[in-house]
């Protein structure tokens, strides 16, 4: 049957990790026509639905953004485009901070010359706190911003600007900073991704039964990816404009405990191995979200157990691994 197109939401960053997990939310609650933005230089995924589009762009590009914003009239635009791993940010500060900021300005911008009144996610990151002091726990949006790396810099500026705009234009900009979210699609150089990839290989003979790992004693706060976009939705319809809030399970769970799951659930006997490569000795020992605000606001609270997510994971590596017979 035909769609009533009434209403429009644009996710920047369509073909990411992040950006495939709300698409497919919004199809699936929502009746909105979907605009995925996707970096030029990319392949265009195949759309799950006559409501999704997807275009290519390249939101550096002031022009590019102001056309695509004029031409859409997005009602929702969900902001997850930009440099998101933290290691690359040290190699390349500027092209972080030049890509993260570029792109939020270009967004607002587009919006004030269209008079787009539509509502803006501007995803931030539990990153921005930074030094996280043993007092500071569970870390509310009140504890102070310490960033460690020029990642963290990045995303507070994006967050700022999200609130000069709001105050100086008016902009509907909600403010988010998620914790470390997971799911099946995730890149493997993030943990839970690392370890279901590993097993997969053991598990297809394609690598001796040895687990690369690094510090193993931190303990984060994990929340499935299908949670967070859950969250995403509900904070564009109920947060306050230049509000901001925290997403998180609010519980602490270690990388061994982690690890610990994941080989429980492999059908192969496998040993575990120091990489020094990867042991990031200035890691916060405990890192754990207070998500109060989030859910007075919306009602929102983690709802997947971690046992399935992590299931997910090693299931979709497997797939992966024997679809391509390499990882």
Same mark, same amino acid.
């Given at each position: 049957?035909? $769609? ?14 992040? *950006?495939?997990?709300? #698409? ?14 996707? $970096?030029?230089? @990319? ?19 002031? +022009? ?11 009602? $929702? ?27 939020? &300005? ?9 008079? @787009?009144?539509?509502? #803006?996610?501007?995803?931030?990151? *539990?990153?921005?706190?930074? +030094? ?28 700022? &600007?999200?609130?000069? $705009?709001?105050?100086?234009?008016? #902009? ?19 943990? +839970? ?9 053991? /598990? ?14 931190? !303990? ?13 939705? @509900?904070? @564009? ?30 059908? +192969?006997?496998?040993?575990? /191995? ?5 042991? !990031? ?12 605000? &989030? ?31 390499? *990882?």
């Amino acid at each position: 049957m035909p $769609y009533n197109f009434d209403m429009r939401a644009l996710v920047t960053g369509a073909a990411g990790f992040v *950006g495939r997990h709300l #698409i497919s939310y919004l199809l699936q609650e929502t009746d909105l026509e979907i605009i995925g933005s996707v $970096y030029y230089k @990319l392949p265009l995924p195949q759309p799950e639905s006559p409501r999704v589009h997807f275009e290519h762009i390249d939101l550096q590009d002031e +022009a590019a953004v102001m056309g695509l914003i004029d031409r859409w009239r997005p009602d $929702y635009t969900f902001h997850l485009a930009g440099q998101s791993f933290v290691p690359y940010s040290w190699q390349h500060p500027w092209l972080t901070f030049d890509q993260n900021v570029h792109i939020q &300005l270009n967004l607002f911008q587009a919006m004030i010359q269209t008079k @787009l009144d539509g509502r #803006i996610l501007v995803v931030g990151s *539990g990153d921005e706190y930074g +030094a996280i002091e043993p007092e500071d726990l569970p870390i509310d949006e009140k504890t102070p911003l310490r960033p460690t790396s020029p990642y963290a810099v990045s995303k507070i500026a994006q967050e700022m &600007l999200g609130w000069q $705009y709001h105050h100086s234009h008016g #902009i509907h900009a909600v403010r988010v900073r998620p914790f470390n979210h997971i799911g099946p699609g995730q890149r493997e150089i993030f943990v +839970a991704s690392s370890f279901a990839k590993q097993i997969a290989e053991i /598990e297809a003979g394609l690598k001796p039964p040895v687990l690369r790992h690094g510090n193993l004693d931190a !303990r984060r706060d994990f929340t499935d990816v299908r949670d967070m976009v859950r969250a995403y939705w @509900l904070l @564009l319809n109920h947060g306050q404009p230049g509000e901001v809030y925290n997403a998180g399970s609010g519980q602490a769970v270690s990388i061994q405990q982690m690890l610990d799951i994941f080989l429980s659930m492999s059908s +192969a006997p496998i040993r575990t /191995e120091i990489d020094p490569h990867r042991m !990031r000795p200035s890691d916060n020992p405990v890192i754990v979200c207070d998500p109060t605000r &989030l859910h007075l606001t919306t009602g929102w609270r983690a709802a997947i157990p971690l046992e399935r997510t992590l299931a997910d994971i090693l299931n979709d590596w497997r797939e992966k691994v024997k679809q391509q017979g390499v *990882g």
